[in-house]
């Protein structure tokens, strides 16, 4: 059982996650009103801009696990975020929306490109330890993939217009001043402080019913870092616009890739309790399997099959805190 004295860290951690929430939020929202406007086209530009910004919160986290020299629940953390992006957050908008149009936004190839990236953390993980060189794979797997998919449109285009949307919507329209600016970059350094909040609560958790820190990024801190793509999944539902929120999240698990990447770099060779990513390695397969076979049918993911992912996820989810439970008691 939780000790009494863990228990009033529950608030400090649920604050932590609201913080990041309502922060993320705010810095997502301006770039989300530039992806409105690409409404046919804007599938790299929500993939490389959106989907890099929504992982603001993986990013924070992993900034302070290093800093605290925990690289594990950074880990976790950025395995299990892709898990819920991919088995939560698109199904769900899948569900909510009656479908997500697929047709349009990848080839076939970028699509297994694409997952094949986002499943290749759980494989590493598999024999307990990360290296750099496989986190240089990492790196170079993530850049590779951003040339194949905006390689259908001029890099120099993309960019242009990009930053030319993103500072007409941040810098020069009537409702945005130097008191927005200076909103947005508060917002970052407080959600730098949250980040490292959650690193501290993760930590004290892990040690209290003593289960390895990267179960704790996992299972709590992924979905908890994950609440500003479920809020933009239900405004998207809400204005039909699941194209875009489509590239936005495969944008955010790719780039929790990246940044796993980066972990090993940034921290040197680091050791994980490897039976504890078996599950989530199956999941992660059978799941990506079953996403890009149902991606690639019809032109649609559709509210059946979102359903069924949904399903898998959730099984995953029971199995995982049955077996913290064991930790637990």
């Known amino acids: 059982m939780l000790a009494p004295s863990m228990l009033s860290h529950i608030p400090v951690f649920a604050l932590s996650i609201g913080v990041i929430w309502y922060l993320s939020g705010l810095i997502v929202e301006a770039t989300d009103r530039v992806a409105r406007r690409y409404r046919r086209s804007g599938f790299t530009t929500a993939f490389l801009i959106l989907g890099f910004l929504t992982s603001i919160s993986e990013i924070s986290v992993a900034a302070n696990a290093s800093i605290e020299g925990v690289p594990q629940i950074s880990a976790g953390n950025l395995i299990g975020a892709s898990l819920v992006i991919l088995l939560l957050i698109i199904p769900l908008l899948a569900v909510l929306g009656r479908g997500i149009p697929m047709k349009l936004s990848m080839t076939r190839e970028n699509m297994a490109f694409l997952l094949g990236t986002v499943a290749l953390p759980t494989v590493i993980v598999l024999d307990g330890s990360v290296s750099r060189s496989e986190g240089l794979t990492l790196v ?73 820190p990267s179960l704790v990024g996992l299972l709590f801190l992924s979905i908890g870092t994950n609440v500003p793509e479920l809020v933009i999944a239900l405004r998207c539902v809400l204005g039909k616009r699941t194209d875009i929120a489509f590239g936005d999240y495969m944008g955010s698990s790719a780039a929790n890739t990246l940044i796993f990447g980066l972990l090993p770099l940034v921290n040197g060779p680091f050791l994980l309790t490897s039976q504890q990513f078996i599950p989530s390695f199956a999941v992660t397969v059978v799941g990506l399997l079953l996403f890009f ?8 993911l559709s509210r059946k099959e979102g359903a069924i992912l949904l399903a898998l996820f959730l099984a995953f989810v029971l199995s995982e805190l049955l077996g913290l439970w064991t930790f637990a008691v």
């Open 140 to 212: 170079f797997l993530y850049l590779l993939l951003v040339f194949s998919i905006q390689s259908r449109r001029p890099t120099e285009t993309t960019a242009r217009r990009t930053v030319e949307e993103v500072e007409e919507e941040i810098v020069h329209t009537r409702h945005a001043h130097v008191i927005d600016i200076l909103k947005i970059i508060a917002g970052g350094v407080l959600i730098f402080l949250a980040g490292h909040l959650l690193v501290q609560e993760s930590l004290l958790f892990a040690e209290t019913i003593g289960t390895p």
């Open 293 to 300: 076979r149902f991606a690639r049918s019809g032109g649609e």
